[in-house]
């Protein structure tokens, strides 16, 4: 079977000591669910996995036991060339992401190519009672519709979300200030009226002002927002 075949081979991958060090930087999830395989391991054995014919036994296999499995599934959904497809495989897998670094890492290249019909998704993800899928739609907003496609809807939606969430949290604050990077004169009224929550707001400006790509003279006057 395909499952076991892909864990034996990502446990001959095993490195105890990056287990060890990796788990402490995705607190979300068990250390034992963590086998400790390195992410070019991981790139390269999605795309082998790709040819299988029986691929879809292990994409059916959720929730996966452990974490490289998750990744893997990711990967190999961030390799489809085919939207359809792609959007079908990724809306089965979102309720089944159970940390971030697989959230963030499952960027689709396809996407790109198709971002009115993924603007369509997107709300439904933002109002998912799954924290992950809605980092994931946070995310998405961030990466394809921040240049030429930005509207300012899409930081209304997101500012209208109140999560308890760290993850949700913490790609409030993270899309607000890649924001404010792009689009500063439409974002800034965001923050001069607080229209996030306290703790999302005080994070988005410490990010901005972290940041290399806003002006210090933008830095100066979002201090003054705090």
């Given amino acids: ?44 054995l999605a795309k082998q996995l790709a040819k299988r014919e029986d691929i879809d036994e292990f994409l059916l296999a959720l929730p996966h036991e452990y974490f490289e499995e998750n990744q893997l599934h990711a990967f190999f959904i961030a390799n489809l060339r085919d939207y359809e497809n792609c959007m079908e495989q990724l809306c089965r897998f979102l309720p089944f992401v159970n940390n971030w670094a697989t959230c963030d890492q499952m960027s689709p290249a ?20 799954h924290p992950y899928t809605v980092r994931f739609g946070i995310k998405m907003l961030m990466d394809h519709f921040l240049e030429e496609d930005f509207s300012i809807r899409y930081p209304e939606w997101i500012s209208q979300i109140r999560s308890d969430e760290y993850y949700i949290n913490m790609m409030i604050a993270w899309y607000f200030a890649t924001a404010l990077a792009k689009q500063y004169s439409s974002i800034l009224p965001f923050l001069k009226e607080k229209r996030l929550d306290p703790w999302t707001h005080k994070k988005a400006i410490q990010k901005a002002i972290e940041s290399n790509r806003i002006l210090p003279e933008q830095k100066q006057y979002l201090r003054s927002l705090r």
Avoid: N
Avoid at 29 to 42: A, D, H, K
Avoid at 111 to 127: M, T
């Fill in 1 to 44: 079977m395909i499952t076991d075949e892909i864990k034996s081979e990502l446990f001959q991958w095993q490195d105890i000591k990056y287990r060890d060090f990796q788990s402490k930087l995705i607190p979300s999830i068990e250390p034992e669910s963590m086998i400790g395989v390195r992410t070019p391991q991981l790139r390269k």
């Fill in 110 to 129: 396809i996407l790109k190519k198709h971002r009115p019909e993924l603007v369509e998704k997107i709300p439904a993800w933002l109002g998912s009672e």
